[in-house]
């Protein structure tokens, strides 16, 4: 019986027959120039997955996504290439990660049954039991005890649920707060801004270009004269900062207290709490958002 489902398959190849919004030599420039997307996104989900997982596999799968997000992006319908591609290479890169989680069912039968003899042999011996103990509990062999510990931690590559491809807004359970609560993240997103802003000028360039204009670190540290490593590095520093000026102002009781006051570090910490303070107040704050708590930033994407 033929079915009149139409399946992705289909679709693909409808695809292929559908002639081009771009020219050939368009296609190529927006592949081009976007690669660096692609790194960005592959190391930014490398950060979250096992060690054997090889960026390689990553890459190519995401380059393949680029290369049919250009074939297939049409200017006209008013989304842009950079957040078009982004969903489509964010997709292929899970699309790998599932093939690559290759256990068999009787390795996660084992697995289950190796933490359930684990946590049995615990309760009764009052500590942890050694690996011979455990091995002699299920009936088997140490050797076998780590090779399905192996083949798990393999097996394990990461959960495909806390990585999902939709948008923010498709989270959001209740997309419209009420006054009160919208006042009350608007001025908390002006607290951040603010803190940003009072960031030493390399920190602050670090965290407007990666996470406000979404540029890849690779264009950063080429831009800044460093290395991806260095930029890395920056960008550590610049969320501990943030995340303790906010909380000074915001968590008092979460804010860190330090061993030395004296110390130079605890020193340059409390003035740069100081200057948040002293670069922001209510109007200013609620001044960075509109009604509906988006920043500039924000409404240029929407």
Request: charged share 20%; net charge negative.
């Amino acid at each position: 019986m033929t079915s009149t489902m139409t399946t992705a398959a289909d679709c693909d190849a409808a695809d292929t027959t559908a002639v081009p919004a771009l020219s050939a030599a368009e296609q190529e420039e927006l592949i081009r120039t976007h690669m660096p997307l692609v790194g960005h996104l592959v190391r930014d989900m490398l950060t979250r997955i096992p060690n054997h997982i090889h960026r390689d596999d990553l890459t190519s799968a995401g380059l393949h996504a680029l290369v049919t997000a250009a074939r297939g992006w049409d200017p006209e319908r008013g989304i842009p290439f950079h957040r078009f591609a982004t969903t489509r290479i964010r997709g292929a890169i899970l699309d790998e990660l599932r093939s690559l989680d290759w256990a068999t069912r009787s390795v996660r039968s084992k697995a289950r049954a190796t933490d359930v003899t684990r946590q049995n042999l615990t309760t009764t011996l009052g500590r942890t039991p050694t690996t011979e103990e455990l091995a002699q509990a299920l009936g088997t062999t140490t050797t076998d005890l780590h090779q399905t510990d192996n083949d798990v931690q393999r097996a394990t590559v990461l959960s495909l649920q806390g990585f999902t491809t939709s948008s923010a807004d498709d989270l959001v359970t209740e997309p419209t707060p009420g006054p009160e609560e919208m006042l009350v993240r608007r001025e908390q997103i002006g607290y951040l801004h603010h803190a940003i802003g009072s960031l030493p000028e390399r920190l602050q360039l670090v965290i407007t270009e990666y996470f406000l204009k979404e540029r890849p670190m690779a264009e950063i540290a080429a831009e800044l004269g460093v290395t991806e490593s260095r930029i890395s590095q920056l960008r550590a520093e610049a969320l501990s900062l943030l995340k303790d000026g906010m909380n000074t102002h915001l968590d008092p009781h979460l804010a860190p207290v330090p061993e030395n006051p004296e110390s130079i570090t605890a020193r340059r910490r409390a003035s740069y709490y100081a200057s948040i303070a002293g670069n922001t107040n209510l109007h200013s704050r609620l001044a960075l958002t509109n009604a509906h708590g988006l920043t500039p930033y924000a409404q240029g994407a929407a």
